[in-house]
């Protein structure tokens, strides 16, 4: 009894298609991945590398790409000394974004037990948001440091201690298991019912889908 219902739970057939689609979507995101990821790495280095000064109190003066690395170049709004020092950080988009890959493979195999597509959108704003977040507190860190030496900021031990450990725990923990937080939100969102709008767009295939074959049925009445 246990065999059969472990098979009913789990039959081959799903298995192996779960399989096919994993291994091959994640042939093809790599692929692709390799072409676009200095892009994404660089718009989304933009976008965090602005935030970041926002919140410092600099300025974002030049963003360059070479190959792997984008490197973003910062200076102080607030002149508290003579000279003025440029920051240059290093942002490596492998550092960062290294399983995007895997974790649109994890994605593409959740494909058919997933009721609501709109799941697929918010998981992709999840895995944007955590790149963001990486590269937001690690230019953060790095900025703190640089303009608490160079005397443009006053030390504190509560905003050090806040960049080191929010950066330390996406670069340790969030990141490195990025796959599997996206595959595990992607499980308990498996049964989500879908939206009515989902729902009114499925219902209009199946009527579509019906009505050539009553035409035929009619056609051959009248016949």
């Known amino acids: 009894m246990e065999t059969q219902s472990q098979k009913k739970l789990l039959p081959k057939g799903v298995i ?14 790599l692929a692709g991945w390799l072409v676009v990821k200095g892009y994404y790495g660089e718009a989304i280095t933009t ?7 926002a919140v410092k ?8 790409r070479d190959k792997d690395v984008i490197q973003v170049g910062f200076i102080p709004k607030t002149f508290g000394v003579a000279q003025v020092y440029k920051t240059s950080i290093d942002v490596p988009v492998s550092n960062y ?22 799941v697929y959108i918010e998981a ?45 725990f996406l670069d340790n923990m969030v990141v490195r298991f990025e796959p599997f937080l996206i595959g595990a939100y ?26 050539p074959g009553k035409s035929k049925g009619k056609k051959s009445r009248k016949k």
């Open 57 to 64: 109190n600099a300025q974002v003066v030049d963003i360059t």
């Open 47 to 53: 976008v965090s590398s602005y935030a970041a000064a």
């Open 124 to 168: 992709i704003v999840i895995l944007v948001f955590v790149h963001f977040l990486f590269i937001f507190t690690l230019e953060g860190e790095r900025l703190t440091g640089v303009f608490v030496s160079q005397g443009y900021e006053k030390e504190s031990t509560l905003s050090n201690i806040f960049w080191q450990f929010s950066w330390g």
């Open 186 to 211: 992607l499980f308990f969102s498996r049964n989500r019912v879908p939206t009515a709008k989902q729902q009114r767009t499925k219902e209009k295939k199946g009527i579509n889908r019906q009505r």
């Open 16 to 29: 192996l298609k779960v399989g096919l689609i994993f291994v091959i979507s994640f042939c093809v995101f």
């Open 97 to 118: 974004a290294f399983n995007v890959p895997l974790t649109l493979a994890i994605m593409a195999a959740f494909f058919p037990f997933l009721r609501s597509r709109r």
